[in-house]
């Protein structure tokens, strides 16, 4: 939920390494981006493929990212910190298994409770050479969130009382951990990615979000506004800044447009100058206000 981390203005500093990040040139921090569903088999399994809610494309018959980054002679690493089977999982799976190469950290259909930290060590067996395109899916900030983060290290707030009319002000202490905890996660994952793999792009995009005030998580019966607020942000390298200078140009002006997470399958091939006919340039934020 961006409403909780400070690169977006919220009070607790949440997000130290990304509060650095957005004062970054190359760095591009959207300000609007909702989530098209409230759960991520619905949400991601748009957010990867041609489906959205715009088109009503089957899902059966819509390309996926992979299947296009893979025609277009990339090499696709999937790593995966979430579970690879179950009723809320399936879908998804579907589309990673399409990726050249599969690492699951959370193989069995239980929820789990493996820390995302784990992605570390996977990263690293990923060649440094040659032309790929690596997805990770983390765990994050879902519910239950006293077990996305390890106590002993991030256990930054324990107030008793919040500013704010809260449920439960403890839930509200755990999920503010866990987004330090993502934070440093996604400033490991940046740092490694940017020395050893040759970054031009890197881009971060949540499923969904989560109504921590209210005590209503993400369940779709109960939907607030706050199941929506997602962060996305990217990062572009100096050299595909060089030479992609109207599109970056373009991106940047686009960061306080309105978009939903399924747009993002069209916003990343945009990005990756992949042409093919499996592109919906009227499904691309970045062009709506061209």
């Not at 591009?28 to 041609?50: F, K, P, R, W």
Request: proline share 3%.
């Amino acid at each position: 939920n961006r409403q909780h981390m400070s690169v977006y203005g919220y009070e607790r500093k949440t997000t130290p390494w990304l509060d650095k990040m957005a004062t970054d040139n190359n760095f591009i921090l959207m300000d609007n981006g909702y989530a098209c569903h409230t759960l991520t088999m619905m949400a991601l399994s748009q957010v990867l493929t041609e489906k959205s809610q715009y088109n009503k494309k089957p899902l059966e018959q819509s390309y996926s990212l992979i299947d296009i980054a893979r025609a277009a002679g990339y090499k696709t690493y999937w790593i995966s910190n979430q579970a690879q089977f179950g009723s809320f999982n399936t879908p998804v799976t579907t589309i990673a298994n399409l990726a050249d190469e599969k690492i699951w950290l959370n193989g069995d259909s239980s929820a789990g409770v493996e820390l995302d930290e784990k992605v570390l060590d996977s990263i690293k067996t990923i060649p440094n050479s040659g032309k790929k395109i690596v997805f990770i899916h983390l765990f994050g900030n879902h519910w239950t969130y006293k077990h996305r983060y390890p106590v002993d290290k991030f256990n930054v707030f324990q107030d008793k009382e919040y500013a704010y009319k809260v449920k439960d002000v403890q839930a509200v202490n755990e999920y503010d951990n866990s987004m330090v905890y993502n934070d440093y996660i996604m400033e490991h994952i940046f740092n490694y990615a940017k020395k050893n793999w040759n970054v031009a792009n890197i881009a971060y995009v949540s499923d969904h979000s989560e109504a921590v005030k209210s005590g209503n998580k993400h369940i779709p019966g109960k939907y607030e506004f706050d199941m929506a607020t997602i962060p996305v942000y990217f990062y572009f390298s100096d050299e595909y800044i060089a030479h992609n200078k109207e599109k970056f140009e373009r991106i940047m002006a686009s960061k306080k447009t309105p978009f939903t997470n399924d747009m993002m399958y069209n916003m990343l091939l945009y990005i990756w100058g992949i042409d093919t006919p499996y592109y919906n340039v009227k499904e691309n934020c970045f062009c709506l206000l061209y």
